[in-house]
């Protein structure tokens, strides 16, 4: 696959090859149970970041490369049968379950394969680093500083008069989940914010995610207010909510976007949490945007998951699809982030965005609402930003969600929010085809070294862990590897037009089922050249031709400024007719 | 791509749409009457207007609208604003025959009359005395209407609405269909109509002469005879073919089946062949029948050691009533007549789909055909497809076989004669299925034209570089069957037409009268419009390139893959004649045993033939296969949801792509241009091709269009995004994860 011919082949020299290779002998020991073409017989090989199998008896030469970081299970399957044979299942992050048949080992060394795999697919349980650690390749440019937030915030244009960047949470001190540059109305002093601190859930307190150009009407991000069934109020919190109101002068309403359901954030209230009364906070007025937690989520994928692998039954393909609620759940949340984003940018009216904490629905929908509002976010570097700020340094809990590492399958913190955000990012570009300035497989590489534990870019929790633990130190960041060859993950057909807002359209209808994604392992739904393939060969074409244009007439004028009527040997002319029918 | 709120917000285009409430305009004096008239088409005749008449606009929810004359005609039912509208001038991709607020009486679906709030379907008793406050109109091509007929003399409305649904609804003859009015007119230079036949001929091949048939068997290299005793239609009355190819020895075979012949579709080019045929269900004399059947697949089978397969797609496939019903289910999904349904129904979006079994009807037809191209290119046998009629599945499977194996008939013109072959000279009924007039006997109507156009569109859709025309091109073409004024679409059968024609001619001068084909696109749309219906990314093949590939191939492979592994010839010198007779004697048995008996069977099958395609590198020019598994049969999205503005996405989907490829094409073609100049400058001559005519395109600002581009044009609607209503209605997470926390207490820490 690709993700492998990426990042493997630049590993191995640098892997340690801490391995367990089935004996060259018994290469035939083991069977692969491919559920698409059957069973495979060939070598099995784990080094502590990944697992191999080849097959050579076989054409086309059949293999499987995939890093130990997309296990999320690995376990034995049945007792050994009559003929001594082990089978062992691994259930993968990426969509996919593997099965290994082989003989029951005679020797100690083969009885291995099973206990390196639950060593090195989950080093932290194991007490060992994740390989991300020991990975030392080095790129030509340094992913670590792709996101700047003092840079950022200039370039959005923040207005000194009615926003500052605070330093009160330098230390994390106000919220170790935030990062530790936080922009705030400037009325409001950071005494003031210690005690709002206290108000919201683990401390996230409403802070600037991005501001208007023009109008200055601000996406504001949070956790729920702590209202418990007193009703309990904060004035601090309701006067830093008028300020940001008061910041922009447009418009003399705001609206707050509650993403859950109603009913769960009034059962909130209960735990001590809850939603803004109106009341309190007026002039505000509160949505909320019916979006589940991530249990639902975690829930809709494993569905997703049954009905898409290995097979697809195809006379009820469509309500299978509709029984896994995944595209309905991808519908409200780009339905959320369009109500933002529309009364952001047609209502001129600032808004404040939170769940329950603040790190899960609340980045999908600040973020895809930017990438809505901003076509900076678009582009292949800013996208890498809008990562770096709205999922890294505010704290979305990659560690938990992903389960890095962790033995852990059944950790009911486990859930594919991350994944889901990127779905309805390429549902995006889906429907604009030509607004995003990188492709399919940018969006696929990001899924793919997610799991992978290659890079350090989403390890941990928070930023706060991230400096904790080094990680920029030790680790490579994702950024270096694709930035290094940004080639690969550009979209042929990418126009850039400065000020577009994107306003997509959520109906189901128009929703698909990312096939290239979820159903990538089913060799059937693979595409023999995709269309973009086309796209690229156009664009080759283009700049071939310029390029012989430009040497023709270089030729020519050196050829008139000679003057002479000898004619240094022309290149040859070897222009095929464009194959396309123009 | 959208411009920036602070531009849309600020356009103060003036609005040429009167925004009133219907409650308003009674506040309102009379508005002051404008005679108004449609621009009326040759032969066009004015029957009945009202006004005023609001129409709804579909955008909103609130029920507004424009006001303005409803007129029907001998034509259409139109609707004229009272307000001049400058957009329909500025259209790129307008249709010269009907606007968007005309619809063509073929075209007309279903009439519903709102009474008392109540929606009701208008048939022919309920038109009698009263008439409703509200005509909502169904179209064959999926637009909805909206009238409100209360504003307007009472006496007025009633002869609107009597005369809508008296032209549209009631049974009429095939005399009063437009076409033949508008054909009578004098054509402006008859002189022209030869000159015209000559540029026909090197177009699309009409399959109305012996020379087109052999020409197409020449070009096939068809090891088959013309024959052309039926050329007055003596031989067989019911199931016409006017020149139908066949083996040499089957002549003899259809005096015995005096009603029905097999018919030559198309040549492989390792000789085996495809053929269709009519069967008659098996009735008492069953040893006859037998006899037939024998004769026939003997006749397909003869000419070479090939074995023949027989396919009966009435086994099979669905039945043309179930293909109706299927279609009638399907459609209803997109006819939607104001947001709130639409929201509605986009919650049970997949279900209602699948439950409609459309897709999977297509799915279907896709896997039929790829049986059949198995048989003809892996197993290089004959096949013979069978069906009642003949006419019907026979001409969907035959025409999607044809476009599999034949890149030819992925070019526009080679679609358009592989379209007049199978299925005008092939003898689909068109005029039963698609009751053009409006018959009462439901029995005999069924969208299978369409269905074959969807089938053509999943090959599009997935493989879209090796078509010449685009999916406008086949949704233009999915409605001009619909429009009255083509002769292409009308009749039943070849044979049909000619004595209608024969019958009509002496009201037109002596001449026999002839209506413009639907193949002459210039009737509809000019030259500029027509650039739509070209692919910018079909890959022309190159040349030379084609003369070693035919070079190679014919001949040598015919021996190597003779039957099929299971009769392997029993010695490595060849077939002299003893040899065949018995391996014909095997063959036999074989033939006879039906192909593909079990029903789960050919998708088993079918599915390693894919996948060892698949595995191939990708050659546009060579066979190409539909992927049909569950998540690669799609809804034809620009047929179904033009016309729903809720859909539509400003300044994104495909309008986007084909302006960027349109820039991205005229910037290679200038360069090209550059460098021949420069190179003819040098007097080296290089690439003789010649150019073909700047097919290009520009759209203006494309951050202005609306996926809908080319068809619906999204008016007046300022940027504003689509924002759901009544999301919640059913996503009701049953179980108790809804209601749980998001965190558990728990902290991993990183190592």
Redesign the interface.
């Known amino acids: 696959t690709r993700s492998d011919r990426s990042s493997g082949t630049r590993v191995s020299d640098t892997e340690l090859r801490y391995v367990f290779i089935v004996c060259v002998s018994t290469a035939k020991d083991v069977t692969y149970i491919c559920p698409f073409i059957g069973p495979v017989r060939g070598s099995l090989t784990v080094t502590n970041y990944r697992l191999f199998f080849r097959c050579t008896d076989r054409e086309?030469v059949f293999g499987l490369d995939l890093p130990l970081g997309v296990l999320s299970r690995v376990e034995k399957i049945g007792a050994a049968t009559s003929r001594g044979d082990v089978s062992y299942g691994l259930v993968c992050k990426d969509m996919r379950n593997l099965r290994f048949v082989h003989k029951e080992p005679e020797d100690s060394l083969k009885k291995s394969v099973f206990e390196v795999l639950m060593k090195f697919a989950f080093?932290?349980s194991n007490?060992?680093?994740l390989f991300a650690f020991e990975y030392k390749q080095v790129f030509p440019e340094n992913g670590w500083r792709v996101y700047d937030p003092l840079a950022e915030y200039k370039r959005q244009g923040l207005a000194k008069e009615s926003w500052r960047i605070t330093k009160v949470n330098d230390h994390y001190e106000l919220c170790d989940s935030y990062p530790a540059a936080l922009v705030v109305p400037v009325t409001i002093t950071d005494e003031e914010l210690r005690r709002v601190s206290s108000f919201r859930a683990k401390g996230r307190i409403p802070v600037l995610s991005w501001i208007h150009p023009?109008s200055q009407a601000a996406v504001v991000r949070a956790s729920q207010p702590m209202v418990g069934q007193n009703g309990r109020r904060c004035k601090e919190d309701e006067k830093l909510l008028q300020a940001i109101m008061d910041a922009n002068a447009q418009s003399h309403k705001m609206f707050i976007f509650d993403a859950r359901?109603s009913?769960?954030a009034a059962?909130n209230k209960m735990?001590g949490g809850g939603y803004e009364s109106e009341d309190a906070y007026q002039n505000a007025e509160l949505v909320f945007l019916?979006i589940?937690?991530?249990?639902?989520m975690r829930?809709s994928l494993r569905k997703l998951k049954e009905v898409v692998y290995p097979k697809?039954?195809?006379?009820?393909?469509?309500?299978n699809?509709?029984s896994t609620?995944w595209?309905?759940?991808i519908?409200?949340i780009l339905?959320g982030a369009?109500?933002i984003?529309?009364k952001v940018?047609?209502g001129k009216t600032s808004v404040v965005v939170h769940?329950?904490?603040g790190w899960?629905r609340t980045p999908q929908l600040t973020s895809l609402a930017l990438i809505m509002l901003d076509s900076h976010y678009r582009t292949i570097r800013g996208f890498q930003i809008l990562l770096e700020k709205e999922w890294l340094s505010f704290g979305h809990r990659f560690?938990?969600r992903v389960?890095?590492g962790?033995k852990n399958h059944t950790?009911?913190?486990r859930s594919p929010i991350f994944l889901q955000f990127i779905d309805c990012v390429w549902q995006m570009t889906r429907?604009?085809?030509?607004?995003f300035e990188f492709n399919e497989y940018f969006l696929i590489t990001i899924l793919d070294q997610l799991y992978s534990c290659l890079f350090g870019t989403f390890?941990?929790?928070s930023e706060q862990?991230r400096l904790k633990?080094e990680v920029p130190k030790h680790t490579v960041s994702l950024w270096s590897f694709v930035n290094s060859q940004l080639e690969e993950f550009v979209n042929p057909?990418y126009?850039h037009?400065p000020?577009?807002?994107?306003?997509?359209?959520?109906?189901?209808?128009?929703l698909q089922?990312w096939?290239t994604y979820y159903?990538r392992w089913?060799?059937?739904?693979?595409p023999?050249?995709p269309?973009h393939q086309?796209?690229k060969e156009?664009?080759a074409?283009?700049a071939e031709?310029?390029k012989?244009?430009e040497e023709?007439q270089r030729e020519?004028a050196n050829r008139t400024a000679s003057s002479s009527s000898e004619r240094a040997g022309s290149p040859t002319?070897s222009?095929?007719?464009?194959?396309?029918?123009? | 791509m959208l411009s920036l709120g602070s531009v849309g917000a600020k356009s103060t285009k003036p609005s040429f749409v009167s925004y009133v409430t219907p409650e308003e305009i009674k506040l309102e004096k009379e508005p002051p009457k404008i005679e108004k008239h449609p621009d009326l088409l040759p032969g066009e005749v004015e029957f009945c207007c009202a006004n005023p008449i609001l129409k709804y606009t579909q955008d909103d929810l609130s029920q507004r609208g424009i006001f303005g004359t409803l007129f029907c005609t001998n034509f259409r039912v139109t609707f004229i604003s009272d307000e001049k509208s400058q957009e329909e001038t500025t259209k790129t991709f307008k249709n010269k025959l009907y606007g968007e607020n005309d619809i063509p009486l073929m075209c007309v679906d279903h009439i519903y009359g709102v009474y008392d709030e109540k929606k009701k379907l208008i048939t022919g008793g309920l038109v009698k005395n009263k008439y409703p406050s509200k005509m909502i109109i169904h179209c064959k091509d999926l637009r909805v209407f909206q009238f409100c007929l209360t504003f307007t003399k009472e006496e007025d409305a009633k002869k609107i609405f009597q005369g809508i649904a008296h032209h549209c609804l009631e049974e009429k003859s095939l005399k009063c269909v437009f076409a033949f009015s508008y054909s009578g007119t004098p054509s402006p230079g008859t002189e022209l109509s030869s000159c015209r036949e000559m540029q026909r001929k090197r177009e699309t091949i009409l399959f109305d002469s012996p020379e087109d048939w052999t020409q197409e068997m020449k070009r096939t290299r068809a090891n088959c005879r013309l024959v052309t005793e039926n050329e007055n239609f003596e031989l067989s009355q019911r199931y016409i073919i006017r020149h139908f190819t066949a083996n040499i020895s089957s002549i003899k075979c259809y005096y015995y089946l005096n009603y029905k012949v097999h018919i030559w579709c198309w040549s492989h080019h390792s000789g085996c062949a495809l053929f269709k045929a009519s069967l008659p269900p098996v009735t008492q004399e069953d040893g006859d029948f037998q006899k037939h059947l024998d004769i026939m697949i003997n006749a397909v089978a003869h000419n070479y050691l090939y074995s023949a397969k027989t396919e009966d797609l009435s086994e099979s496939l669905p039945t043309i009533q179930d293909i109706q019903q299927s279609y009638n289910k399907f459609k209803q999904f997109f006819l939607i007549e104001n947001s709130t349904d639409f929201w509605l129904s986009d919650v049970k979006w997949f279900s209602s789909l699948e439950s409609s079994g459309w897709l999977d009807i297509i799915r279907q037809c896709l896997q039929k055909a790829v049986e059949v191209v198995e048989c003809l290119e892996k197993d290089n046998t004959n096949v013979l497809i069978t069906e009642e009629e003949g006419t019907d599945l026979c001409c969907v499977i035959s025409s999607l076989v044809q476009i599999m194996l034949d890149p030819y008939y992925r070019t526009l013109m080679g679609f358009q004669s592989l379209v007049q072959k199978e299925w005008v000279a092939g003898c689909h009924a068109f005029l039963d299925r698609c009751n053009h007039l409006h018959q009462k006997d439901k029995e005999c109507h069924s969208p299978i034209f369409l269905l074959f156009l969807e089938c053509v569109w999943q090959l599009v859709q997935q493989h879209s570089p090796a078509f010449q025309f685009s999916e406008t091109y086949l949704t233009v073409l999915s409605d001009s069957v619909d429009v009255p004024v083509f002769s292409t679409f009308l009749f039943n059968s070849a044979h049909h037409r000619e004595s209608v024609m024969k019958a009509e001619s002496p009201l037109a001068q002596s001449s026999p009268l002839s209506c413009p084909t639907v193949w002459d696109w210039s009737v509809q749309f000019d030259s500029k419009a027509q650039n739509f219906f070209f692919n910018p990314l079909y890959s022309e093949k190159v040349k030379h390139e084609k003369a070693v590939r035919k070079a190679h191939k014919p001949k040598h492979q015919r021996q190597l893959s003779l039957p099929s592994t299971a009769f392997k010839p029993p010695s490595k010198k060849g077939f002299f004649k003893d040899e065949t007779d018995s391996l014909k004697k095997m063959l036999r048995v074989k033939r006879l045993s039906r192909w593909m008996g079990s029903p789960d069977s050919p998708a088993a099958t079918t599915r390693g033939f894919y996948e060892s395609w698949q595995q191939r590198p990708l050659d546009y020019h060579g066979l190409l296969l539909p992927c049909l598994d569950g998540p690669a049969v799609r809804v034809w999205m620009q047929r179904y949801l033009r016309w729903i503005p809720e859909v539509h996405i400003m300044g994104g989907g495909s309008v986007a792509v084909m302006t960027k490829l349109m820039e991205l094409l005229s910037q290679v073609q200038d360069l090209k241009c550059v460098l021949e100049q420069r190179d003819s400058s040098q007097a080296v001559k290089l690439d003789h091709r010649p150019y073909i005519q700047h097919r290009l395109l520009s759209f203006g600002s494309s951050g202005r269009l609306s996926s809908s581009f080319p068809f619906a044009y999204s008016r007046n609607r300022s940027f504003k995004p689509i924002i759901p209503t009544g999301l919640m209605q059913s996503l009701m997470v049953s179980d108790s994860l809804a209601s749980q926390e998001d965190e558990a207490s728990s902290f991993v820490s990183l190592v």
């Open positions: 086309p080093p932290v007490n060992m680093s023009e359901p009913v769960n059962a735990k019916d589940h937690n991530i249990h639902v829930e697809i039954e195809d006379s009820h393909w469509l309500s699809l509709e609620h595209l309905e759940h519908k409200l339905a369009l109500r984003a529309d940018e047609s769940c329950s904490d899960d560690q938990q389960g890095h962790d950790d009911a913190d429907q604009f085809p030509a607004a390890l941990c929790n862990q633990e057909l126009v037009y000020s577009h807002v994107l306003f997509p359209t959520v109906g189901i209808r128009h089922l096939v159903i089913n060799p059937r739904m693979r023999q050249e269309v086309c796209y156009l664009l074409k283009r031709l310029q012989r244009v023709l020519a002319r222009i095929t007719p464009v194959q396309t029918y123009v």
